[in-house]
């Protein structure tokens, strides 16, 4: 079955850098769109950002254009999410995703990992 595990949460100063990483497992990653979302305390779970399946696409909110930048290494099976100038409104568990397509998106995805905790303090 499909396996998604981040890792490269933590906590950081405003104004600071982290990159996220997830590892893929279960299926031939290079065939399939990958998302990257964010559910802060109190909130529903929103869309960051997405990458299809080459690479050669990629979405993202508007609350991180600019600051994020979502990348794969299909030959790794990893998607990454590097961000930049953070801000404590960034704070919340961050999942990546994957669905049964190759295009991008900000919805219809089937698959989750189990989240890692990114917290910016001001």
């Known amino acids: 079955q499909v396996q998604l595990l981040e890792s490269g949460g933590g906590l950081v100063q405003a104004g600071g850098s982290l990159r996220l990483s997830c590892a893929a497992s279960g299926r031939t990653f290079s065939n399939y769109a990958m998302g990257w979302f964010r559910q802060a305390p109190g909130k529903e779970r929103e869309f960051v950002a997405a990458i299809n399946w080459s690479g050669g696409s990629t979405n993202y909110a508007d609350p991180v254009k600019g600051r994020f930048t979502i990348s794969r290494n299909n030959a790794k099976n990893t998607v990454y999410l590097q961000m930049n100038s953070l801000k404590p409104e960034d704070t919340a568990v961050y999942y990546c995703?994957?669905?049964?397509?190759?295009?991008?998106?900000?919805?219809?995805?089937?698959?989750w990992g189990q989240g890692t905790q990114v917290t910016v303090s001001s």
């Open positions: 995703a994957t669905k049964d397509s190759g295009f991008v998106s900000t919805g219809g995805y089937d698959y």
